[in-house]
């Protein structure tokens, strides 16, 4: 992920100082056996597989031919935020989230829209000193700008992003909800993007529902009370950042709670990092860990594509390769010794793509 300073502290496992990775063991161990070559992706599973672009990657001849590889869908991966789409005096800039989205369509692949309403960001502009009618009317403006402008040209959008508070009890307070209530916001959001785009699957996208069944269950219940208030809710987005040591059998439990409400799913922003951040350090050897997250990639992938055609919106990744990753970047996490995707920074398999692989077969 992008450097995002309002978005590096919003996971749960993910939450402790960089300077734990000066003292990991894992960088003294940070070489995998030779990896085999990876087939495309978009040929082996059973849905769009998606991943990450930015402005800068699309540019990179090596990072393009991989994607072309492997990939059906691009997320802008921080295009769309507002921290460059929002302007002061509630002014709009979509240059850069153009250039994406007309990179994939250039090249045949569909795009999805994240982010339109996050709690982290656009409170610089939407603040306590802006009147009501002036707070709801930007509001509207914003979401029918956004979602507008790329009216049947997104496959969906991530209308709503990690509205959970970060222990799953109960909804975040934000700058959103202190105006339109914390449902409020949520259900208008939803109205405007419908309005604006009727075609588009429109998510509400969380963070941790795998790792935490109170935030997994809390989720489930917010989907199912906005719709019931009139949201028109159409598919449901888990980011899948996994903890890859939860226990085995979490994540197949999630997945079945929520293919019961029967919306599509998009598992929206897959990884898994190496390191333990709120365990101290980890003296385990790197190819244990890699085993462990490699048994919940593949666990996550089984369950989701067990689920019938119609709820398979897509499996995507938060970046393509290693290098791509927002954990290994020095604005990001800066964990140049973590290989968190299924790729590794060659487009060659790491393990984790062999037990996608398997679960696809």
Avoid at 91 to 112: E, K, N
Wanted: aromatic share 8%; hydrophobic share 40%; proline share 6%.
């Amino acid at each position: 992920m992008r450097a995002d300073p309002t978005a590096l502290n919003r996971r749960l496992f993910l939450a402790a100082p960089i300077a734990l990775a000066a003292c990991n063991p894992l960088s003294a161990e940070a070489s995998d056996p030779p990896a085999p070559e990876a087939a495309p992706l978009k040929d082996i599973v059973p849905c769009p597989f998606g991943a990450t672009a930015t402005t800068s990657q699309i540019g990179d001849s090596i990072f393009v031919d991989q994607m072309l590889k492997h990939v059906d869908q691009v997320t802008p991966e921080w295009e769309l935020k507002m921290e460059r789409t929002l302007g002061a005096g509630f002014t709009h800039d979509f240059s850069a989230s153009d250039r994406v989205v007309d990179w994939a369509h250039g090249h045949g692949l569909r795009s999805h829209g994240h982010t339109l309403i996050w709690y982290s960001q656009g409170g610089e502009v939407f603040n306590d000193s802006v009147p009501r009618d002036r707070f709801v009317a930007e509001f509207d403006r914003y979401i029918a700008a956004a979602v507008g402008r790329y009216r049947g040209r997104m496959a969906g959008w991530d209308v709503v992003n990690e509205p959970v508070a970060e222990d799953g009890n109960g909804l975040r307070d934000c700058h959103w909800s202190r105006v339109l209530g914390q449902d409020g916001y949520m259900i208008r959001a939803f109205q405007q993007a419908k309005a604006a785009d009727p075609d588009a699957v429109l998510f509400l996208n969380e963070y941790n529902l795998e790792n935490n069944p109170v935030k997994g269950a809390t989720f489930l219940r917010l989907v199912e009370r906005l719709l019931k208030l009139g949201a028109p809710i159409s598919g449901i987005g888990t980011q899948s950042h996994l903890d890859i040591e939860i226990p085995a059998g979490r994540i197949t439990a999630f997945m079945r709670d929520a293919a019961s409400l029967g919306l599509p799913i998009h598992v929206s922003e897959l990884d898994g990092s190496l390191f333990r951040w709120e365990r101290g350090v980890d003296l385990r050897p790197r190819s244990e860990r890699r085993a462990q997250q490699a048994a919940r990639m593949g666990e996550l992938a089984e369950a989701f594509f067990a689920l019938p055609d119609a709820q398979r919106y897509a499996f995507t990744t938060w970046g393509l390769r290693d290098i791509d990753s927002w954990l290994l970047r020095p604005e990001g996490r800066n964990l140049p010794d973590d290989s968190p995707v299924l790729l590794n920074a060659e487009g060659r398999a790491n393990p984790g793509y062999a037990a996608v692989v398997r679960a696809a077969r």
